[in-house]
């Protein structure tokens, strides 16, 4: 006797975060497993994979690509039990309708069939990742050996596909594209991912349509830092973990912050939501996937050691699309290291509202400054970089930017001394 449950997302999931389906990884009449991934979400902040919460038969598909879902929402339906009356080969056959939902696009599909998974094989069920990175290298599932459970394919296993076939063409496009043109000239039109079009709104209504911005830039000599550093390096290596400019940076903007505690605040209509706990989000680019910014909680109680431990434990993740809403939830206050890249100085914008300010951290680069040497003005060098504090001017004004930026600079600078 079968027994249908309706499939929704689990109680939780989102956070309260907006989400759009993007793709079912099972077709109708797919059997899965409890744990199997059955489809994928993608909200502004990151891609997720929901699971089966039963052994059974997908039945219906309810909510198709592209539909804004909640926690309310009925995605689909689960067969629980024995097999219903449909036969096997309408099995198979729903199982490679599977390709349709999870290829790349329709010419792709065309020529890069996916052979029927035998009974038990999960060879068609693939995640974000793995999806990425046959999109980003165009390649073919088929041809690459699964390790995974059921031969499901893992990243590790595409990321070895490559390494051993590092002579071959590879495509540098991340997302499906089709020629078009613009007034005569020849372009590629490149779909917007849900999290790009997600971005492109919140960064819009919050500049324009929330708070008014103000940026205050100070000029941080890192030469303190780079010492304790080199000290310290050696011991974090050997644990495992990268010792990074960014979580000196955190655990500053902490300190900074205890100073000045307005800065971790929340505006609202009738007051200031000034907080005790100081969670910090540290922008992380997903390269032209997008951005998004996992938060570390309580820096206020953390030591360097922790924080350089959990920030490469995040950032891990965060490129391997493992990240849920849950790890970018609560922030407080963000820091934009926007100097990895290249940028000398920047004013960001505040990414999460209804945060007030969002510290920017420019390139390290070595300078001829002048200093006092034995009582004599000399040119050195030394090494510098730029950082700013853009604010919202509803809740702070520049004698808080300023203080804030005083005691952030003064920690770098007389860092171990």
């Known amino acids: 006797m079968n027994e249908s449950m309706m499939i929704t997302l689990p109680v939780g999931a989102l956070e309260g975060t907006a989400a759009v389906l993007s793709t079912w990884l099972v077709g109708e009449g797919d059997h899965v497993k409890k744990g199997d991934p059955i489809l994928e979400l993608e909200t502004d902040k990151v891609s997720m994979e929901v699971c089966a919460e039963n052994d059974g038969a997908i039945g219906k598909i309810v909510a198709k690509s592209g539909d804004n879902v909640d926690e309310k929402t009925i995605l689909g339906y689960l067969n629980c039990g024995e097999q219903s009356a449909v036969d096997k080969a309408e099995v198979d056959k729903a199982s490679l309708q599977v390709t349709n939902d999870t290829s790349l696009s329709e010419p792709e599909a065309a020529s890069d069939q996916w052979d029927a998974p035998k009974e038990g094989s999960k060879r068609h069920l693939i995640g974000p990742a793995v999806r990425k990175l046959l999109r980003k290298y165009d390649l073919n599932l088929s041809s690459i050996e699964g390790t995974g459970k059921g031969g499901r394919v893992t990243r590790d296993d595409i990321l070895a596909f490559i390494d051993a076939q590092a002579d071959s063409e590879q495509s540098q496009s991340d997302a499906p594209i089709s020629s078009a043109k613009t007034e005569g000239l020849k372009s590629k039109l490149v779909p917007h991912t849900a999290m790009r079009k997600k971005i492109a709104n919140h960064m819009v209504d919050s500049l324009l349509h929330t708070s008014p911005h103000v940026t205050s830039v100070f000029e941080m000599d890192m030469g303190a830092v780079i010492e304790h550093r080199k000290l310290c390096k050696m011991g974090f290596d050997e644990a495992g973990v990268k010792l990074t400019f960014t979580a000196y940076f955190v655990v500053a903007a902490a300190q900074a912050i205890q100073k000045v505690p307005s800065i971790n605040s929340r505006f609202h209509e009738e007051s200031l939501e000034v907080l005790e706990d100081i969670n910090i989000g540290v922008g992380t680019a997903l390269g032209d996937d997008g951005l998004v910014?996992?938060?570390?909680?309580?820096?206020?109680?953390?030591?360097?050691?922790?924080?350089?431990?959990?920030?490469?434990?995040?950032?891990?993740?965060?490129?391997?699309?493992?990240?849920?809403?849950?790890?970018?939830?609560?922030?407080?206050?963000?820091?934009?290291?926007?100097?990895?890249?290249?940028?000398?100085?920047?004013?960001?914008?505040?990414?999460?509202?209804?945060?007030?300010?969002?510290?920017?951290?420019?390139?390290?680069?070595?300078r001829v400054v002048v200093e006092e040497v034995d009582g004599q003005d000399a040119m050195v060098i030394r090494p510098k970089c730029y950082v700013s504090l853009s604010i919202d001017h509803r809740a702070l004004d520049a004698y808080q930017a300023n203080a804030f930026l005083s005691h952030f600079v003064e920690t770098i600078e007389q860092w171990g001394k």
């Open 293 to 366: 910014v996992p938060v570390i909680k309580q820096v206020q109680m953390k030591k360097l050691f922790e924080v350089a431990t959990l920030l490469q434990q995040q950032t891990e993740r965060a490129r391997q699309g493992k990240l849920t809403p849950a790890d970018m939830k609560e922030g407080t206050f963000t820091i934009s290291n926007h100097g990895v890249s290249g940028s000398l100085l920047a004013a960001p914008i505040i990414i999460n509202q209804p945060q007030v300010a969002i510290l920017g951290i420019g390139k390290l680069e070595k």
